[in-house]
């Protein structure tokens, strides 16, 4: 019986954890996303040096959160996002706002599937 009652705890710590950690992944997904759109913003105005300010902030964000994002996520997701993330950073600096927008688009849809992928892997926590 006490095997049985600390398996049902277990498993209601796991499920706890699983739902909390969706939850912190769809937050995260939502800032990055808004985050983004207000790049897109700034760049269909013409205003690059703002522009060129937020991407520096998203690319600090998605560090911060590296950790978060790579126990659930697929590594080769997370290093489109941060290519991607490089590329906007250049195309911002360079003025080229078809490319820099091109790169907006591309982080949206990755953004927006972050929860879509959220998968706790063993693998990625050892």
Request: a negative charge; charged letters at 30%.
């Amino acid at each position: 019986m006490k095997s049985f009652i600390t398996a049902l705890v277990i498993t209601a710590a796991i499920v706890a954890g699983s739902v909390f950690y969706s939850m912190h992944i769809d937050d995260l997904s939502q800032e990055m996303e808004k985050s983004n759109q207000e790049i897109m913003e700034l760049l269909h105005a013409g205003d690059f040096e703002q522009a060129e300010e937020r991407v520096q902030a998203l690319s600090d964000f998605v560090d911060e959160k590296k950790i978060a994002l790579a126990t659930t996520m697929d590594h080769s997701e997370l290093d489109r996002i941060e290519m991607n993330l490089s590329e906007l950073r250049g195309y911002v600096e360079g003025g080229m706002k078809t490319d820099a927008l091109a790169r907006c688009e591309v982080l949206d849809v990755l953004f927006r599937h972050l929860p879509k992928n959220y998968k706790l892997k063993l693998e990625n926590i050892l």
